[in-house]
């Protein structure tokens, strides 16, 4: 293994996901493992604007590998998309000798990743968190898996209150542009119908599987709809329209929000962000750079950050066609 890196940087960056402080403790210890300096980058790409580095070691990161959210926190930084914001952040990568870099995050802390790597020839390795599972050249991306239970835990309590009520719920989940988290609970919940991006069901259709629902003796109803489904413009428009066309359901919506990103991560996302982070670091070790960790049939593989970044994470067909024959 190459020795010729003296000194790695880390940081997190974009929405925070549960398994980024454990991704993070495996960066920092595989460096001292290996006898090289870490230094975390505190608030992502800002931090690096700012001149906000410390050093880390081995003990630095004791007892966070169960915590949710990123000790060295997050922010969205506008300024480090100009040349300008990035040349200062460059000087602070050259006031500190920082060699090489870990990014932890999505799609677009990835983009900034290869930006700067192509101006200033710094190597960096990308490490995939984000609860949306939506990252190209990965099956699972950090915090996804916590976030599924953590809806499946919301959406059972849910049930409990619509069964009570005879009561039709529409359920937000997080998913802008994808729909992993929605077809995967819905299915692991029991939900009635499930309103994914990629699958426009349209609103005649909802009425029908609703009332089907209805005449075969169902009661209540949970529906898990994706916060980027196109079936309405949101998701108290499709409410509406469903109690308006079926004025005898009694109609709710509860919206997730942002306590889908929290909580302590699942032992799945610390063993994964664990294996991401002794990799990401051991690849920068072997002179690899431009390239993002993945995960394919539980084996820890290499995408280029270009193509984690282009490339489009699809929807699992299979599991489309298990929820339409599970919602008779």
Same mark, same amino acid.
């Given at each position: ?63 966070? $590998?169960? %915590? ?5 926190? =997050?922010?969205?930084? @506008?300024? !480090?998309?100009?040349?300008? +914001? *990035? ?67 919301? $959406?059972? %309590? ?5 069964? =009570?009520?005879?009561? @039709?719920? !529409?359920?937000?989940?997080? +998913? *802008? ?76 919506? =509860? ?74």
């Amino acid at each position: 293994m190459s020795t010729s890196i003296k000194k790695i940087g880390v940081l997190t960056s974009g929405g925070d996901a549960p398994g980024m402080n454990a991704a993070l403790r495996a960066v920092v210890r595989t460096a001292a493992y290996h006898k090289v300096e870490c230094v975390g980058i505190q608030q992502g790409y800002q931090g690096l604007i700012d001149n906000k580095v410390k050093v880390m070691n081995a003990r630095s990161v004791n007892n966070i $590998i169960n %915590k949710g959210g990123t000790v060295l926190k =997050s922010a969205r930084c @506008l300024e !480090f998309r100009t040349k300008e +914001g *990035r040349q200062t952040a460059f000087k602070t990568v050259q006031k500190h000798g920082i060699e090489a870099l870990v990014i932890i995050g999505g799609d677009g802390s990835f983009t900034g990743a290869m930006i700067f790597q192509s101006e200033f020839n710094i190597p960096v390795i990308g490490i995939p968190g984000t609860i949306d599972n939506d990252i190209f050249g990965t099956s699972h991306t950090i915090g996804y898996d916590t976030a599924l239970n953590t809806v499946i835990e919301a $959406i059972d %309590k849910i049930r409990d209150t619509a069964i =009570s009520h005879n009561r @039709l719920f !529409f359920v937000e989940v997080m +998913g *802008r542009d994808a729909g992993h988290i929605a077809l995967n609970t819905g299915i692991g919940a029991g939900a009635e119908e499930v309103l994914i991006p990629e699958e426009d069901m349209g609103l005649d259709r909802l009425l029908d599987s609703l009332k089907r629902s209805e005449k075969s003796g169902k009661s209540s109803s949970i529906v898990v709809v994706a916060e980027g489904d196109k079936t309405g413009k949101n998701v108290f428009e499709i409410a509406e329209y469903v109690e308006k066309n079926m004025p005898y359901y009694d109609v709710r919506v =509860s919206v997730l929000g942002h306590m889908q990103r929290g909580g302590s991560p699942s032992c799945f996302d610390r063993v994964l962000a664990s294996r991401m982070g002794v990799s990401a670091v051991e690849a920068l070790l072997q002179g690899k750079s431009n390239m993002m960790v993945g995960m394919k049939s539980e084996e820890i593989i290499f995408s280029p950050l270009e193509k984690a970044i282009k490339g489009k994470s699809e929807i699992n067909k299979d599991l489309i066609r298990v929820s339409d024959i599970l919602t008779i």
